[in-house]
């Protein structure tokens, strides 16, 4: 097969460095047998669509992509993005850049608006990131969009606002920073006051993490989340009342939502907490994952469930029957 590159971005959708809003982070569905489950993509694509979410990223952290082979996630990526009416990014980390350039050029050929691209945790200097990036770009052609993650909790990889600067400033084709650090306030500050002097050229920043931050988040400069909490039509209205001037009024309704997002983040088992209130929001089939999996005790299930019903006293989304 020839390595030569082919004419991509069938799409006009594309990656933009003044993305804004929320790209929700979408689960993985499977069947209760670990199949993957293709018509409650359909219903997550329709309901972000409803909750007006900006866009959609598939593949990610918590989309359970060390899991699916090869065929699977680009089966996963394009149904996600022949159901959807906004911009789809892809996560196309991998430990090897054959896979990497594979998937992320299947994704664009499908019509995925970008691709994101995480550090593999052997980076330790400054030097090594910004070097796996210039070959990552490399691999995967200039001409693909790309969001960098910078997750450090997750990855072990500490990017500094520095490093930062320069895969922003040697790569035009990286348009966007889905930040995770914990928590990423003072980084915020740090790159939007470069990128309002001139020192940096502009970028999207969303912010992750369960949206654990997001209410100071977007009044440090972050255009707004890229993460999956089992609300994001929450995060939308938050980021919208924010952009709006409506301080007090995004406050309260992020503090009423504060609990259960603080649940659904603890390691390990959050993904069972999240995919388990998608189900009950009617959107999964199933909250099963797959194998090796950390699965929500009896205990945690009625935890959940008091979380909900406290919430649905101030949010009416949260009643479930």
């Known amino acids: 097969m020839s390595l030569e590159r082919q004419p991509i971005f069938m799409n006009t959708q594309k990656l933009s460095a003044q993305a804004s809003g929320v790209y929700v982070i979408a689960p993985t569905p499977f069947a209760a047998d670990g199949q993957l489950d293709l018509l409650s993509i359909d219903r997550l694509v329709d309901f972000y669509a409803q909750a007006g979410v900006t866009g959609t990223t598939v593949l990610g952290q918590l989309g359970e992509a060390p899991k699916l082979a090869q065929e699977e ?9 022949q159901r959807s009416t906004t911009p789809t990014i892809v996560g196309v980390s991998a430990p090897g850049f054959a896979a990497m350039r594979a998937l992320a050029r299947e994704a664009m050929d499908a019509g995925a608006a970008g691709v994101m691209i995480a550090p593999p945790n052997t980076l330790r200097t400054d030097d090594q990131i910004v070097g796996y990036y210039e070959q990552a770009v490399a691999a995967i052609g200039d001409d693909v969009p790309f969001v960098i993650q910078d997750y450090p909790l997750t990855f072990s990889v500490v990017m500094a606002p520095s490093v930062i600067k320069r895969i922003v400033n040697n790569h035009a084709s990286c348009l966007m920073l889905k930040l995770e650090d914990w928590p990423g306030l003072e980084k915020i500050s740090t790159l939007r006051a470069w990128q309002n002097k001139g020192e940096m050229r502009e970028i999207s920043i969303l912010c992750g993490n369960g949206g654990l931050f997001l209410d100071f988040e977007v009044e440090r400069g972050a255009n707004g989340a890229m993460t999956g909490y089992c609300f994001p039509d929450m995060l939308v209205d938050v980021v919208q009342l924010s952009a709006a001037g409506q301080r007090e009024k995004a406050h309260d309704l992020f503090d009423a939502h504060l609990p259960l997002m603080r649940y659904e983040q603890q390691p390990g088992v959050g993904l069972a ?20 999996a950390a699965a929500m005790s009896a205990i945690a299930t009625t935890e959940v469930e008091y979380l909900l019903a406290r919430l649905a006293r101030h949010d009416p989304r949260a009643h479930l029957s």
């Open 73 to 81: 996630a680009l089966q996963v990526a394009k149904r996600f993005i």
């Open 273 to 292: 907490v999240r995919k388990y209130i998608l189900m009950r929001r009617g959107l999964l089939s199933s909250d099963a994952q797959r194998k090796p």
